[in-house]
């Protein structure tokens, strides 16, 4: 069982109807090659499935959704979105004016509505594949609502107490606020708070269900800080940009992650712009 994770790819439809954010979000307004590049990849390495960790889509419109579902579609493998805080977001035209994203409790509702009637499921999921467990948590909103954080404690615990064989693997957008990633982001960038780039409202408590209970974790989100975190056996990769921005520096942006669900660790390749 082979998995291809795709970090944010920020997809911009040119039929969506906000030209001024298109312009304005023209870094990924302009990534046609490089999707390209990246369905050449995925389809190459012939992935079982695809997990998209969020931010699939720059901001919440029916046809920037549609032109991602498209995209995956076209990645020839079944796949699932976790979702990201721009997959709830969007912009708004008043008095001729376009000004956004906003990630408003009505601007969230409507974008949630959005994915389910394209059939797209986005909340919290456990999906059992051979001797795996994934778990896909939606952090989209940032603040984690207490009933995810009971589904989570719950899952937690019960991996905990599957046999070692039993590999639990955890994908969501943000990153768990946990005291070995806070030191990541802070050596990569010293004087930066890391809280701001973080979950917001899981107990302290996590921290020790996770190291228990999971075996990996990919989230995405961090598009300056990509990296890999290890804690007592957990690995957290901080996945990289799978998108190769239009002019905008991002490390190692352009990156896919393949998983073998074998207990061999993930292999990260970089896009050939090229193609
Ligand atoms: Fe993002």
Redesign the pocket.
Known sequence: MKLAILG?L?IISPDDPFPEARERRAHFAQTDGALKALRILVRQEAPDLVISV??LIDWYSDENRDAAIRFLDSLGAPWLLTP???DIAGYIRENGEVTGPYETAQIEEAARKGWADAGIEIGNRAIDVGFARLLLLDSAPGEIPTQTQQWLEENLTESANRSADDKTILFT?IPFNIEAIRRFITSVEPGRDPHKSLQRGMPAAIEDLLVAGMSMVFT??L?FFPGHVAVNGLDMYLLP?SVISAGRVYPRQGTVTFLELDGSPPRQVLLDPAH
Request: charge should be negative.
């Open positions: 944010d920020h969020g931010d990201g805080n721009h957008h995405g989100h598009h940009l």
